[in-house]
């Protein structure tokens, strides 16, 4: 624990799951394009993860700048580590590296084809 | 543009990555206009950007360290009034 409650926060749900988005609205309803083309492509891509909506905490919303050095969402994260942003995850994507990047730490995906 | 309040959002971007890294090539456009009635977008546009950059600064970098420095050169236009800037980080021979 640090001495930044905010921080441990964001922590915590990083390593709550193998994949996590943090975002603007909900996996179901984005809130913003950019989130929801990455949920797109996770969808696409066929892995599980979990969304976490900076709009339902403020703090959350301002924090994970800092805690990512980052200063735009959506912030994509696997296995506790930061992947990037919209441009980079479909870049990712659109190479192959993004799947590729998920069975090398092994994550499951199932290929939609 | 000769005087500050004459240049425009995109001009700004346009001489701080400049300035930052000497790009070999560098596209700044405003895309506000495709984002009009969205969330994040305020009368008067300036919210949504789009840059394509080429520079030697990021030749061995991976993307996250390349997005950062951009986003750092660009820290107060992202505090400001940027909602959104989409990236292409390219070095030369990419």
Known sequence: MSDNPTNDRIQQEVDSSDVVLFMKGSPIFPQCGFSSTVVQVLTHVGVKFKGVDVLQDPQIREGIKQFSEWPTIPQLYVKGEFVGGCDIVREMFESGELATMFTDKGIDTEAAA | ?94
């Open chain 2, 1 to 94: 543009m000769t005087t500050a309040d004459k240049s425009t959002m995109a001009d700004r971007i346009h001489e701080k990555l400049t300035a930052a890294f000497q790009p070999e090539t560098l596209e700044v456009e405003d895309e506000s206009w495709r984002h009009e009635g969205h969330s994040g977008a305020r009368p008067g546009g300036e919210t949504h950007f789009k840059v394509e950059i080429m520079c030697e600064a990021f030749a061995g970098k991976n993307r996250v360290a390349r997005q950062r420095e951009v986003y750092r050169a660009l820290k107060d236009e992202m505090e400001g009034s940027i909602h959104a800037l989409e990236l292409s980080t390219r070095a030369p021979g990419e």
